[in-house]
């Protein structure tokens, strides 16, 4: 069989399921637009997520510790806070923030709370105090 006989069996074949034929090719029609369609999406969506994280802004770290998981390691203190602000240690680094973030409950007309609300942020004067995230804003 060469390729000439080949050919002809195949337009047989075409013109004696006709349906089938036009069925076929409908399907990989569909089947192509549907993969391209997808990719476009995912790639816009790709796009847009990458935006907005860059809007953000890419010269913004954040260091925190995580008191359930950190094998024993303690949490970050007034000394971690100097060392990230010395410029000597750290060139790049401009700005500095200890953040505190915990929960308190608060009832109407229950009882004082044993213990006063946490402030905004710890004072600095405090050595002992302790954080449990420390944000520095890149040069």
Do not use: C, H, Y
Not at 28 to 48: E, Q, W
Not at 98 to 120: E, K, L, M
């Amino acid at each position: 069989m060469d390729l000439e006989e080949s050919f002809l069996t195949a337009v047989d074949s075409l013109l004696a399921n006709k349906m089938r034929a036009v069925l076929t090719t409908l399907g990989v029609i569909i089947g192509v637009a549907a993969v391209i369609a997808l990719m476009s999406i995912g790639n816009g969506v790709s796009a847009s997520i990458t935006d907005e994280i860059q809007s953000i802004g890419t010269n913004l770290i954040s260091i925190t510790t995580d008191a359930d998981n950190s094998d024993g390691f303690p949490a970050l203190s007034l000394s971690d806070v100097a060392a990230l602000s010395d410029p000597l240690q750290v060139p790049a680094v401009t700005e500095v923030t200890a953040i505190v973030q915990g929960n308190r409950v608060v009832v109407a007309g229950g009882p004082a709370p044993s213990a006063r609300p946490w402030p905004a942020s710890p004072p600095i004067t405090s050595p002992s105090t302790t954080w449990r995230s420390i944000r520095a804003v890149m040069a």
